[in-house]
């Protein structure tokens, strides 16, 4: 496996789903690296996490946060602790189901120095939600991004698309996102983490649902 990629998965309050996600990723790539990031949990997440880390500390790092940045911060983090040129997200309530996307989505980088993203493209609106009419941008569940190229963009950022605005402009510059059935490979099981605890959003997330309800 390259050391020019590391996987990363970020995980708040979702052990059951992290040993899952932990364990299947693992069972197809035991020597790939995989950075966990905890957001701040008060359960027993941190516990599982140094289990993962001993049992291949070769391959495994750890990032044990304070408190619950959210995710699109945290993923913004790794962006800026890891050193490696390709990162692969997964999130925590994915499961990996077959091997060979790493080598293939590696593949579509080494076509092109323009590609910034692969996975699964999917249609939003200006505000993020899913919209027939709308901006193409990579599902956050499962993609590969090149690393250098981030920085010039705007961060991921704590939303319910926290990717948006950073894909938005990557698209301004002419960056590639491309298309990969990374479905066919990771399932992927939707709002795990936000379906037990929301989103965090407050006020701005209430409106921002409202004004997309209302088309605005």
Do not use: C
Not at 41 to 48: A, F, Q, V, W, Y
Not at 114 to 143: C, E, H, Q
């Amino acid at each position: 496996m390259s050391n020019k990629l590391r996987t990363v998965i970020v995980n708040y309050q979702t052990p059951d789903l992290l040993k899952i996600a932990a364990d299947s990723f693992r069972k197809f790539y035991p020597s790939s690296p995989l950075l966990i990031i905890d957001n701040g949990s008060k359960d027993n997440s941190r516990e599982l996490i140094e289990d993962f880390r001993r049992l291949a500390p070769e391959y495994t790092n750890v990032l044990l946060l304070e408190s619950n940045t959210y995710h699109g911060p945290a993923m913004h983090k790794a962006m800026s602790e890891v050193k490696e040129d390709l990162i692969l997200f997964l999130d925590s309530d994915t499961k990996t189901i077959n091997k060979g996307f790493i080598e293939a989505m590696q593949a579509e980088f080494e076509k092109s120095s323009n590609v910034y993203g692969v996975g699964r493209i999917i249609t939003v609106n200006k505000r993020g939600f899913p919209s027939d009419k709308g901006i193409g941008v990579l599902s956050t569940a499962y993609m590969m991004l090149r690393r250098n190229m981030y920085f010039s963009l705007p961060p991921f950022e704590h939303h319910g698309q926290p990717s948006l605005k950073n894909f938005i402009a990557a698209q301004k510059k002419e960056y590639v996102l491309k298309s990969f059935p990374i479905e066919n490979y990771i399932e992927h099981h939707w709002r795990g983490t936000a379906s037990r605890y929301g989103y965090g959003l407050g006020l701005k997330g209430k409106m921002d649902f409202v004004l997309n309800k209302i088309g605005l």
